[in-house]
C-alpha cells in the first residue's frame, strides 16, 4: 500500500500557513490527488478550520494543544480523516508559537509509522513584517527577546524557509530578507513565494515533492526560555452572533472589527502576533486578518455578501495580559457592531495564556 506523503508547513503567528496549505491543497488537487488537512490550536473555535472546511477541503482540528504535546491527538485526526478514503496527501498545519517540530513530531512519525506516511522537507514560512526586525536584532522588533527566540529556532529547524508575501514587497526587500536568512542559516534554501497571488508555488510545489530524510535537523532548545516566551502572548478565541433589523456586509463587519481592535491594542502598545475574523451568514463567508500593529488589516477572502445575522470567530494572538486582550476584543467588536446598527451576543470566549509545553515524545536522535 503506498504510504501517504505528509506535509507539515510552520511558521510564526501570521506568517500566512493557512493560506499557503489551501492553494497547496488545491494544487495537489488539480493533480489528481485525495488531500486533508489537520489544523492546530491552543483552543476551540479556530477561524482557519471554518476558513478551509468553508473553502470545501476535508479538514480535522487538533484543538487544546499542539501536536508536539497532543501527538496522539494528530495520529487520531489523520485516522479520522482517512476513515472514509484514504489519502494522497495530508497536510498540517502547527500552532504559530511552536518549535521544536522535528524532535516532537517528525521523528515519532518517522520512527512509529515507517510504512504509514512519506515526510516531505519541512517548510517553515517566514513572516517578513516581524522577521526583518527580529532578524535584525531592532529593539523595537514588537516582542520580547524570549518571544523572538521562539522566531528565531522556528527557523533554525526548517529543511527550508519560505519567505511570503513577495507581493507585498520590493525586490531589494524581498533580496534584503533572503540575504538575512542565508547570513544567519546558511546551508537553508529559500523559497520566494505569494500565498495570496500564487507567485512562485511552481517552485514550491517542486521542492515539496522532493524525496529523502527530512525534519532531521538537530538544534539545542531552552524550553525555560521557549515557555516564558509563549507565556507572553495572550491567546483568546472567541465565538459570537451578530444581527441586525436590517442587511450588513460581511466584509465591513470583519473589516471594522479588526480595525478598531487594532487602534485599540496600539493604544495599549500591544503588538498583534496574528488577529483574524471569520464572518458567515445567507451562505457567505468572510475573513480578515491583522499580522501586526503597523500593516493594515486585509479582507483575505471577500464574501460580497450581506445578512441579517452572522456567525463571527475572532482569533487573537497579542503581547498582552489575556483578560485585557478579552476586553479590547469585547468593547471592540461591539463598537463595530454599533456603528452598523448591529448587536453582537458572545456565545463563548476563551482567553489564557498558553502553558508550558510538555511533549509526548521528544526524539532528538536524528539516526
Not at 480578515?288 to 486585509?298: F, H
Amino acid at each position: 500500500m503506498p504510504r501517504t506523503r505528509f506535509v507539515l508547513i510552520g511558521g510564526f503567528l501570521g506568517a500566512g500557513k493557512t493560506t499557503t496549505i489551501a492553494r497547496l491543497a488545491r494544487a495537489c488537487m488539480d493533480r489528481g490527488q485525495r488531500i486533508g488537512i489537520v489544523t492546530n490550536d491552543q483552543a476551540t473555535d479556530l477561524v482557519d478550520t471554518q476558513t478551509l472546511r468553508s473553502a470545501g477541503f476535508g479538514v480535522e482540528e487538533v484543538a487544546g494543544s499542539c501536536f508536539c504535546c497532543n501527538f496522539n491527538g494528530l495520529t487520531d485526526a489523520v485516522e479520522q480523516l482517512t476513515a472514509i478514503q484514504s489519502l494522497d496527501v495530508i497536510f498540517a498545519e502547527p500552532v504559530g508559537s511552536c518549535t521544536d517540530i522535528a524532535a516532537t513530531v517528525f521523528r515519532p512519525l518517522r520512527q512509529m509509522f515507517p510504512d504509514r506516511f512519506e515526510l516531505a522537507p519541512y517548510g517553515v514560512i517566514l513572516k517578513p513584517s516581524h522577521g526583518r526586525r527580529i532578524l535584525r536584532n531592532e529593539p523595537n522588533a514588537g516582542f520580547s527577546p524570549k518571544a523572538a527566540y521562539i522566531f528565531k529556532k522556528q527557523l533554525e529547524e526548517a529543511d527550508f524557509v519560505i519567505v511570503n508575501r513577495i507581493d507585498e514587497l520590493a525586490p531589494a526587500e524581498v533580496e534584503d530578507l533572503a540575504g538575512l536568512l542565508h547570513e544567519q542559516y546558511p546551508g537553508v534554501p529559500v523559497i520566494r513565494v505569494s500565498a495570496r497571488t500564487g507567485q512562485g508555488f511552481d517552485a514550491l510545489l517542486e521542492f515539496l515533492d522532493q524525496r529523502g530524510d527530512f525534519g532531521m535537523r538537530t538544534m539545542e532548545l531552552d524550553y525555560d526560555v521557549y515557555a516564558e516566551g509563549e507565556a507572553e502572548l495572550g491567546w483568546l478565541n472567541s465565538s459570537l452572533r451578530v444581527t441586525s433589523a436590517t442587511p450588513f456586509s460581511l466584509d465591513d463587519l470583519s473589516l471594522a472589527i479588526v480595525q478598531r481592535l487594532q487602534q485599540s491594542l496600539n493604544s495599549a502598545s500591544a503588538e498583534p502576533a496574528h488577529l483574524k475574523t471569520f464572518a458567515q451568514g445567507n451562505g457567505h463567508f468572510s475573513v480578515v486578518n491583522l499580522i501586526s500593529g503597523d500593516t493594515p488589516p486585509a479582507v483575505s477572502i471577500t464574501s460580497s455578501g450581506r445578512s441579517h445575522q452572522a456567525d463571527v470567530i475572532v482569533n487573537a494572538r497579542v503581547a498582552i495580559d489575556p483578560a485585557l486582550l478579552e476586553e479590547h476584543v469585547a468593547a471592540g467588536v461591539r463598537a463595530a457592531c454599533c456603528a452598523m446598527n448591529a448587536t453582537a451576543d458572545f456565545l463563548r470566549t476563551q482567553s489564557f495564556r498558553p502553558g508550558r509545553p510538555n511533549p509526548t515524545y521528544r526524539i532528538t536522535d536524528a539516526g
